[in-house]
């Protein structure tokens, strides 16, 4: 079989290597993909927006399964579109997709079917905004209600922050049309953890929970980044927390997407805050989470493309996803400068015994060598009888990898040691 993956980073690249292990698979592409993964599959030239040439591509090498993995691929419609020529795919459709292509829709849908979320108004109008933040309770936090890179969240802790947050989205354009929306939610407290889950719209089946670490810094510092680091299973999830999950938030968000024409079909990520008062979703994905992927993926016992198959054909029932005990880390190696400007184009330099553990995220390869082309430059993953070992082990990995401008969080698990 043909299989394509869209999109370019860690999460697709330990996507790529757990489609590898199926038999079935004779020829595997990745578009765009990074010169790190071009071991494992065929990089091929096309952005992961350019749906055009991405439909074009599936016709011309005659694709027989897609895997959709970025949101903006997604909401776009590109499940839509490759379905619509024939090829079967892994993801939702756009109308199941706005579940994180729309915050406000997020919202609305949570309220309309009682599950459990941090209270919210939404806001077309910036002079109501701005006259909401006046004598609201703070922190207080700020969403654009579209894709923003995942930059569109604001937590401001003053009045000052909260106007400069909304005028910034609404009046100044920062995020584009998806700031013309906004939604000003309630602060919450408690330990995250997200739970991605295979639906095929009937069926749901929650994959091994996870911890990612959004900040830059150690000790949970500095700017929001695209993740930091991850481990699994997250600690702060026990089977208790996770049979209330799925009766007040997972079932529920099944049930209701398909009573509202909107079956969602793929990998659904909740992002969750375990409050005082239960466990409450922060966030929708539609996808994927990264670097979740790349300790969930690390567990993951069963074929991935046989359940993929499952989730598209709609028989997830039948379908085997087990997971291994023990547990599973990996800590982000990124440009230093990164989430804001990075300099790139270094040299990567690791031994041949570690390469089979890194998932490179921004990686170009040039005469066989390798240099850095992003912010996030590859995960480093280990896994182990617990976390403690994962950690220990994922750390001693990444002493084996060098390029100048690297940094990273020195203390990924820690949190979810000390649980
Ligand atoms: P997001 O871009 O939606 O993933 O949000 C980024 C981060 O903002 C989340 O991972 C949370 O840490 C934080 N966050 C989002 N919404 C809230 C909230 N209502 N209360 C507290 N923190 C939040
Ligand atoms: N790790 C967070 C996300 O994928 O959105």
Redesign the pocket.
Known sequence: MKVMVIGGGGREHAIVKKLRENREIDELYVLPGNGGMAREATCVPIGATDLPAIAAFAREKAIDYAVVTPDDPLVLGAVDLLEGQGVPCFGPNKAAAILEGS?AFAKDFMARHHIPT?AYRTFTDPEAALEYVKDCSL?T?I?ADGLAL????V?AETRQDAEAAVRAAMCEGKFGRSGETVVI?????GP?VSVLAFTDGKTLVPMVSSM?H?RALDGDKGL?TGGMGTVAPNPFYTEAVARQCMEEIFLPTIRGMAAEGRPFKGCLYF?L?LTEKGPKV??Y?CRFGDPETQVVLALLESDLFTVMQAVTEERLSEAEVRFADGAAACVILASQGYPLAYEKGFEISMTEAVRPHLLFAGAKEKDGKLYTSGGRVLGVVARGKDLREALSLAYERVEQVHFENEFYRRDIGKRALEA
């Not at 995942?150 to 969240?153: L, P």
């Not at 939610?185 to 407290?189: A, C, I, Y």
């Open positions: 915050k941090a922190p936090v969403k995942g930059k569109g969240v937590i939610e309630e602060f919450l407290t995250e990612d959004k929001n992002g805050m922060i966030e994905n």
